[in-house]
């Protein structure tokens, strides 16, 4: 889970959209390394779309990555804009 300050952005209906189960899914399915994932979330053009959980709240989330080379990188997005932290430090989310 993420800080309640972090968000998807406004759905934009123009735009095609992934739901953030799927969203981790599809780095698993598609790529084989951290530095792969990395440059897919580069060039990004879906929007993340959030569960709304019962209590009314979006499902905020961050996916934290790392392969067999020990490269690791965490995703999140804050005000609708995807940080990317890609560097082998960063192993823990908290």
Request: charged share 20%; proline share 3%.
């Amino acid at each position: 889970y993420l800080a309640v300050e972090s968000a998807f952005g406004e759905r934009d209906t123009r735009r095609e959209a992934i739901g953030v189960m799927q969203w981790a899914q599809y780095y698993l399915d598609n790529f084989a390394t951290v530095a792969e994932a990395v440059a897919a979330q580069r060039g990004f053009t879906f929007q993340i779309e959030p569960l709304i959980l019962p209590n009314g709240f979006p499902t905020l989330v961050h996916l934290a990555f790392s392969d067999r080379t020990g490269d690791s990188a965490v995703i999140e997005y804050v005000n609708g804009e995807a940080r990317i932290y890609h560097n082998r430090r960063h192993t823990v989310m908290t």
